[in-house]
């Protein structure tokens, strides 16, 4: 199934702390959302497929696009490893 995408106009971020970390969250339709992974623009296919495979995982991920990137969130009530990305970059 394919991860929805939303321009990041029209999501709110926010911060939150997990496991002794400053963490970057989103809520969209009344969801609240963990931030996963980040591609520049010309990565969008990488995108894409992170976006995939996490929905393939019984997760719901959602990616945002921005003027140079595409960000991918995560349900927080998801389940997530970072094992999940194992071929991709974790977000910094």
Same mark, same amino acid.
């Given at each position: 199934m394919l991860p929805m995408l939303v321009s990041e106009d029209l999501v709110r971020p926010?911060?939150?702390y997990h496991a002794g970390q400053l963490c970057k969250g989103m809520s969209l339709q009344n969801r609240l959302y963990r931030l996963v992974s980040s591609f520049r623009t @010309? @990565?969008?296919?990488?995108a894409y497929a992170v976006g995939c495979k996490l929905n393939k995982n019984d997760s719901s991920a959602v990616i945002t696009k921005t003027i140079d990137a595409y960000n991918i969130w995560l349900d927080l009530r998801s389940p997530f490893h970072p094992e999940m990305l194992s071929e991709t970059r974790l977000a910094s």
């Open positions: 926010f911060n939150y @010309e @990565e969008r296919a990488k």
